[in-house]
């Protein structure tokens, strides 16, 4: 049957082609408050699509923030429960000026389509939709469906906790499929078996009350800049290896497996750093594949203070701010790296310069899917039937908080299987999603469901 609803999906590949053109057309940037009718529009259009499907239970799911859209199908007793994970707000699309056709107006051009959101995520979750409507529409799924789409993701799911702890019941399932989370290769075939964790912190450093005057001051006062530059480079040594002491402690021993698929997809480092203009940075002992899915990495991502406008002010700052992101490797737990951030920035600042945190969450940990689990078995089998080889194991170095959340409180595993590329400009001016990759997910999510229709509910919990 699956290759059945391949065909189907892929005769009415225009017709999907322009449901997501629609969807591409609003806004729904989920950071900036300007954006809500966007945000609106987009869950009017998928709540529509998913009752014209045939789909039940269309309702959003509040946790807070921006609500979750959900829709179920039950008519497989017996069959497993897969809840359909998926995002449907997307980065602001800034800097305007940098994008060669207007980034909510999607145009194809080189078998390509451009626009805000087209790899991140709306591509994808959208072969997820239309490939479970044209299941219904031949007579039923292999397997029952929860959809959740999440309007919080670019965000970094801040009421993704409250949200399925107040709407538990709601998303029982065996196992979660989601079209985030893309391939590793433009070349090969991969599969995703984990992410990177992430948390994050936010400070304010001060060294006097109040800003001074340079001529007056200088030499005689710090100046809070100076300390927060001073204070940043304690990150890491020389090479780039974190320096911080203890971070490391609780990160999981890389493996010989891991190495393997590290360096299956290892990339020629000269080009990697031409392409981008950079010069090499991080633990030499490491290549660049391993430092970017299996290592941690902390980034100041913003650094501001004194003053910033046209021309000169010859003013001493008394106060900095720094935004840090750090991303997690296996084992590591986010409440622990923030709490040794913290102390180390407390420990390294002088006498008489103090330091004032903002709340930033508690982060997510890293994910990786166990081998062996049904949800992996199934897809390298997909991949491979498609492709003709094995696919390639991949972790990714983004973070997807909902893969650590759900196993966390729902006790369910999660299979990325999305197929956004690499190369694809994601967050970034002139967003792209290839059609044949289109293409490619209307082929492989048929299959996949039909396989996990062969799974016992039970085996997903072994």
């Known amino acids: 049957m699956s290759e059945a609803v391949a065909m189907r999906l892929l005769a009415r590949q225009g017709e999907i082609l322009e449901r997501l053109k629609a969807l591409l057309r609003l806004p729904s940037v989920s950071t900036d408050p300007a954006y809500a009718a966007g945000m609106d529009a987009t869950r009017d259009f998928l709540m529509a699509r998913l009752r014209e499907a045939g789909l039940s239970d269309v309702r959003l799911l509040d946790g807070g923030g921006q609500p979750a859209v959900t829709a179920a199908w039950e008519g497989a007793p017996g069959r497993p429960t897969i809840l359909v994970y998926g995002h449907y707000d997307v980065q602001p699309p800034d800097p305007l000026d940098l994008w060669k056709t207007p980034p909510f107006e999607p145009d194809i051009r080189d078998g390509r389509i451009y626009a805000r959101g087209a790899s991140d995520v709306k591509g994808s979750t959208l072969i997820a939709i239309e490939t479970v409507a044209e299941f219904i529409a031949a007579g039923g799924c292999p397997v029952n469906i929860r959809f959740f789409l999440e309007g919080e993701e670019e965000t970094g799911s801040p009421s993704i906790r409250t949200l399925i702890g107040r709407h538990r019941d709601s998303l029982r399932a065996d196992a979660v499929l989601s079209a985030d989370g893309g391939r590793a290769s433009t070349v090969l075939p991969t599969i995703n078996v984990g992410s990177r964790g992430l948390t994050a912190l936010r400070f304010t450093l001060r060294t006097a009350g109040k800003d001074l005057h340079s001529g007056r001051f200088g030499a005689a006062v710090r100046n809070a800049l100076h300390e927060m530059a001073r204070l940043v480079a304690t990150f890491h040594d020389a090479q780039g290896r974190i320096a911080i002491p ?35 940075w991080g633990d030499p002992a490491h290549s660049v594949q391993e430092r970017l899915t299996l ?57 008489g310069v103090t330091l004032a945190f903002e709340e930033s969450g508690a982060g997510s940990a890293a994910f990786t899917l166990r081998d062996g689990h049904p949800l992996l078995a199934a ?22 908080p909902i893969t650590a959340v759900f196993q966390e409180m729902l006790g369910l595993d999660t299979l990325m299987f999305g197929f956004a590329m690499p ?11 290839r059609l044949s990759s289109l293409e490619e997910g209307l082929r492989a999510w048929p299959m996949l469901l039909t396989e996990l229709g062969g799974v016992s509910p039970g085996d997903f919990r072994a």
């Open 295 to 351: 290592l941690p990495s902390i980034e100041v991502n913003g650094m501001w203070g004194g003053y910033t406008g046209a021309g000169n002010k010859t003013v001493l700052p008394c106060e900095a701010h720094a935004k840090v992101t750090m991303r997690l490797g296996p084992g590591q737990d986010p409440a622990r790296c923030q709490r040794v951030m913290r102390d180390h920035l407390l420990a390294s600042v002088p006498p």
């Open 246 to 280: 203890g971070f490391m402690d609780d990160l999981a021993p890389i493996g010989p497996r891991e190495r393997a698929d590290a360096a299956a997809l290892a990339v020629d480092e000269a080009e990697f750093y031409a392409a981008i203009g950079a010069t090499p």
């Open 423 to 433: 190369d694809e400009d994601i967050h970034a001016p002139n967003e792209f999603f």
């Open 379 to 400: 897809a390298e089998r997909v991949l491979e039937r498609l492709s003709g080889r094995p696919p390639v194991r991949a972790r990714i170095g983004g973070t997807l």
